[in-house]
């Protein structure tokens, strides 16, 4: 019965992923640099970034597990890499930030536990239940274009985290400018190798299922990496006017 309404759903989730993206072009989530008291109650940042990536961490191997698809080595390495990505952002880098004492609105964590939920549903019922791949699937174009996304979306999210990380020193709580690696070119590398992550994913399953994810993630990063870019450039005088948002030399 579910499956008759999956690609119906999928469609709306994009068509919902637009309207997220105008507003939040124009309403700027408020955790990080851009927190704000007037979103409710709120609870420590490592502890919101813990609960709000963990359902994608579960949900998604779930699905797949219980799916009853036919699963062969192709769909395990496409769940290998959804785990370490949602590892990653669970058990280490909330543990990296140097973050003492600020706070993350509830509704923030919340909202973000759906966004998660939803999104580990879509790509775990498709590939624990409708995926197909004969082991050929690792010769084919879109794998190896999208491994090779994948894995360098992840290695600069992960060198660009850790340069953010390291420009507070301890005790420090005001912000910097970062500079090096892709901080020359774009004020939110990090973002940018997400969304080139998750791109590389998209294209590796070749399904819509795993796109809508790129799309959703696309939809929530542009924007707030345009909002970093003029926060840092309000706050900074001096800031690098060469600097694009999240793509080098477009915007």
């Not at 851009?34 to 709120?42: D, F, L, Q, V």
């Not at 940042?45 to 359902?55: F, T």
Request: contains cysteine; glycine residues 8%.
């Amino acid at each position: 019965m579910i499956e008759s309404y999956f690609y119906p759903f999928i469609y709306f989730w994009i068509a919902l992923a637009i309207i997220i993206f105008f507003i939040n072009l124009k309403v700027k989530a408020p955790y990080g640099r851009h927190t704000s008291n007037k979103w409710g109650a709120t609870i420590d940042n490592k502890i919101g970034w813990i609960l709000m990536e963990l359902p994608a961490l579960i949900t998604c191997p779930l699905f797949f597990i219980f799916g009853s698809g036919e699963k062969n080595i192709v769909v395990y390495l496409f769940i290998f890499f959804w785990i370490i990505h949602y590892f990653n952002r669970t058990f280490i880098f909330p543990f990296r930030i140097k973050t003492t004492g600020k706070k993350i609105p509830l509704s923030i964590v919340l909202s973000g536990q759906f966004f998660n939920v939803i999104n580990g549903f879509i790509c775990g019922y498709y590939l624990g239940n409708l995926a197909q791949y004969e082991i050929n699937w690792f010769y084919s174009l879109p794998f190896i274009m999208g491994s090779i996304l994948f894995i360098t979306g992840f290695f600069i999210n992960q060198k660009s985290d850790h340069i953010l990380i390291q420009l507070r020193k301890p005790g420090e709580t005001h912000y910097k400018i970062p500079n090096g690696f892709l901080f020359n070119r774009i004020s939110c590398p990090n973002h940018f190798g997400e969304i080139i992550e998750w791109l590389g994913f998209g294209i590796m399953t070749g399904s819509i299922a795993c796109f809508s994810f790129f799309f959703w993630t696309f939809c929530n990063l542009v924007p707030r990496a345009l909002a970093h870019h003029k926060w840092y450039k309000n706050h900074f005088e001096f800031y690098p006017k060469e600097r694009k948002a999240v793509f080098p030399y477009i915007f």
